[in-house]
T-cell receptor, first 113, second 111 residues
């Protein structure tokens, strides 16, 4: 099976712009989670989608949002970008159960200038 | 709130050594614990998953143990190789498929 894919791999934006990142989970996986990784804060949970519904959300401002489509593909959107949003954004998928192995994609490197 | 700590933050060893990476967590109400490897600028590669009811898991030269009652896990790497150089991350799985990560151990294996 193909692994988790994320597009684009690299993005450069300026403050105030918005950005949309895409994640395609492993075939058959119904859960998609998003994480932000920065040198200062490490890996932090953004949100999780299961069957097109957001099931869990981390402690991030409302500028961060997401959605999941019927084919389990997911997008996350960040509006009004700030310099501090520069990070590696990672997507993970798992089959369905809370104890399932999570598989991560290669990430999208976002740079905000 | 779950907190995960990894010690040491960095480790440098000569090739061929056996080594142990440590992970501790504050809330024992976990579903599982997962060890990942991350190469610079890359995503995370899953190494081992231990369910909350299990004590250990093995894959090749890797062995991970879990002691829920004491809030500890260890990752044992046998006969280390330069290709093992990477950052190793421990993540605790709670409810709703959310992982809480430690800050990682940066491992360098010297040829």
């Amino acid at each position: 099976k193909a692994g988790v894919t994320q597009t684009p791999r690299y993005l450069i934006k300026t403050r105030g712009q918005q950005v949309t990142l895409s994640c395609s989970p492993i075939s058959g996986h119904r859960s998609v989670s998003w994480y932000q990784q920065t040198p200062g804060q490490g890996l932090q949970f953004l949100f999780e989608y299961f069957s097109e519904t957001q099931r869990n959300k981390g402690n991030f401002p409302g500028r961060f949002s997401g959605r999941q489509f019927s084919n389990s593909r997911s997008e996350m959107n960040v509006s009004t970008l700030e310099l501090g949003d520069s990070a590696l954004y990672l997507c993970a998928s798992c089959e369905a159960g809370v104890a399932d192995t999570q598989y991560f994609g290669p990430g999208t490197r976002l740079t905000v200038l | 709130k779950q907190e995960v700590t990894q010690i040491p933050a960095a480790l440098s060893v000569p090739e061929g050594e056996n080594l142990v990476l440590n992970c501790s967590f504050t809330d024992s109400a976990i579903y599982n614990l997962q060890w990942f490897r991350q190469d610079p600028g890359k995503g995370l590669t899953s190494l081992l998953l231990i369910q909350s009811s299990q004590r250990e898991q093995t894959s090749g030269r890797l062995n991970a143990s879990l002691d829920k009652s004491s809030g500890r896990s260890t990752l044992y790497i046998a006969a280390s190789q330069p290709g093992d150089s990477a950052t190793y991350l421990c993540a605790v799985g709670g409810s709703a498929r959310q992982l809480t990560f430690g800050s990682g151990t940066q491992l360098t294996v010297l040829p």
